[in-house]
């Protein structure tokens, strides 16, 4: 006998809940696995259990259960998701953390935060969040000099982050797991087609709300003559409403930013490699034009506007993890066909 506890979250406005399973019986049933309950189970919700007590001398162990809620719309599924800090040295040296969403799944999908950004803003942890709820496991990281990561802040850094994000994928498939999928908001938009133009190895990726014009945006940041005063000054510092210093842009970061080309980068993806840009049509930081850009150089695209959407989809996150996991689901290579078992249920990678 022993104790397990399956972990079950729902989306970001309601709670996360656990079932108990305890005391269960590990028995087996001809030749395919099922939970089996030998124990009350409770929950929060209106439940009905069905269970079921194959008997028999010899049999070995396993596990099935059935659980049916009804007051939910969700369906559960007896994954265990364990949450635990990872961090990853990049190329420099320096250590990239993040939270790896472990679902027990060999496929991975990454997730990528945006300009100033940190793994734990909203987009990025309903994302992991849903994903888990699929079954699939996540990993959320800070870019150097973001958030709980080494390094410095460069206003720039486009190419780099490319390159974190390459030291993330190269540590995990070193591992054995196989990276299903890379998304990226905002900055992280460029930062996974910059990389998918130059690392032909991940079929999926996600742009939500990437900017295709790098020169746009910066007016906007650095205030009118930022070329000249850069270039006599060296720097301008970025200062918030109250006067406090947020982060100073030099001349080489701004014309890193500068020379970074989206454009080339789009027809250098190659054809085999499925990409999805989504937009909200209320984006202030990055404006929903840039997406149709997008959806004419990129090879192999499709393009889904969100009406009223703001650039981190405040209010239109289940619509956004909606489009995220089907855009997965419909595009990932399995390794085999999926197949049915005799108990009927669905035998898959995903």
């Known amino acids: 006998m022993t ?24 028995i087996r049933r001809r030749h395919h696995r099922r939970f089996v309950i030998s124990h009350h189970v409770r929950d929060p919700a209106d439940s009905e259990l069905s269970a079921r007590f194959p008997a028999g001398p010899g049999r070995s162990a396993c596990v099935c259960v059935s659980i049916i809620i009804k007051s939910l719309k969700y369906s559960i599924f007896p994954i265990v998701v364990q949450r635990r800090r990872v961090v990853i040295p990049n190329s420099h040296g320096e250590k990239l953390v993040g939270i790896l969403h472990e679902t027990g ?21 309903n994302l992991a969040a849903a994903l888990e709820r699929e079954g699939i496991s996540a990993f959320r990281f800070d870019f150097s000099g973001n958030g709980e990561s080494e390094g410095s802040f460069l206003y720039g850094n486009y190419r780099r982050e490319a390159e974190d994000l390459r030291a993330i994928v190269q540590d995990f498939c070193a591992k054995g797991r196989v990276i299903t999928a890379i998304i990226g ?11 998918a133009s130059k690392y032909n190895d ?10 295709f014009n790098l020169k746009r945006g910066i007016e906007g940041r650095l205030g009118l003559g930022y070329l000249q005063r850069i270039k006599q000054n060296g720097f301008i510092d970025v200062r918030n ?6 982060y100073r842009v030099t001349q080489e970061s701004l014309m890193d930013r500068l020379s970074t080309d989206i454009h080339a980068a789009c ?14 049509t209320k ?18 695209h499709k393009l889904h506007i969100i009406e009223g959407a703001d650039h981190e989809f405040t209010s239109h996150q289940d619509e956004l993890a909606s489009l995220v996991i089907q855009f997965i689901k419909a595009n990932y290579q399995k390794d085999g066909p999926t197949s049915k078992r005799a108990d009927g249920t669905i035998d898959s990678r995903m």
Request: charged share 20%; hydrophobic share 40%; with cysteine.
């Open 3 to 26: 104790d397990v506890s399956v972990f079950h979250s729902l989306s970001y406005d309601r709670m996360y809940w656990a079932i108990n399973l305890q005391r269960f019986s590990l």
């Open 105 to 125: 799944s060999k496929q991975l999908v990454i997730v990528c935060h945006g300009f100033q950004s940190t793994k734990d803003r909203i987009p990025m942890v």
């Open 202 to 211: 991940i079929s999926i990726v996600i742009n939500i709300s990437g900017r």
């Open 267 to 280: 027809h250098m993806i190659c054809q085999d490699c499925r990409v999805l840009t989504i937009h909200g």
């Open 241 to 246: 409403k109250k006067g406090k210093l947020e």
């Open 283 to 300: 984006d202030k930081m990055v404006p929903a034009e840039d997406a149709l850009e997008f959806d004419k150089f990129i090879p192999n």
């Open 185 to 195: 908001h905002s900055k992280g938009g460029n930062a996974v087609l910059l990389y």
